[in-house]
């Protein structure tokens, strides 16, 4: 069973940037939809980006287009996030996660329902 594993997390200062990982062992994340996701103190989670299972369409949440890059390399099974311009907002546990099926249309990955394997998190701090 595939496993996830975020990477690169750390505290940061406002306008900063993080670049996180997110490396699966056990499966593939070929063929399949990737997303981020995060969850702030005494927040639901929410989505923040999402890449189709060739890297060619990607998606993000208004509060971090523009800032955000969402990659993958699946030569490595990983999957990325690139983060500049990080607002003390932007704090959060980071989750990565891969579609629940290849045939979820793309446009549902906004959604946490669509995805059924999720890493254990990693924690970015963005101080002011």
């Known amino acids: 069973q595939v496993q996830l594993v975020e990477s690169g997390g750390g505290l940061v200062q406002a306008g900063g940037s993080l670049r996180l990982s997110c490396a699966a062992s056990?499966?593939?994340?070929?063929?399949?939809?990737m997303g981020w996701f995060r969850q702030a103190p005494g927040k639901e989670r929410e989505f923040v980006a999402y890449?189709?299972?060739?890297?060619?369409?990607?998606y993000y949440a208004d509060s971090v287009t523009g800032r955000f890059t969402i990659s993958r390399d699946n030569a490595k099974n990983t999957v990325y996030l690139q983060m500049n311009s990080l607002k003390p907002e932007d704090t959060a546990v980071y989750y990565c996660?891969?579609?629940?099926?290849?045939?979820?249309?793309?446009?549902?990955?906004?959604?946490?329902?669509?995805?059924?394997?999720w890493g254990q998190g990693t924690q970015v701090t963005v101080s002011s």
């Open positions: 056990g499966g593939t994340l070929s063929g399949y939809v």
């Open positions: 996660a891969r579609s629940r099926s290849r045939f979820v249309a793309f446009s549902a990955h906004s959604y946490a329902g669509s995805y059924d394997t």
């Open positions: 890449i189709s299972s060739s890297g060619g369409s990607t």
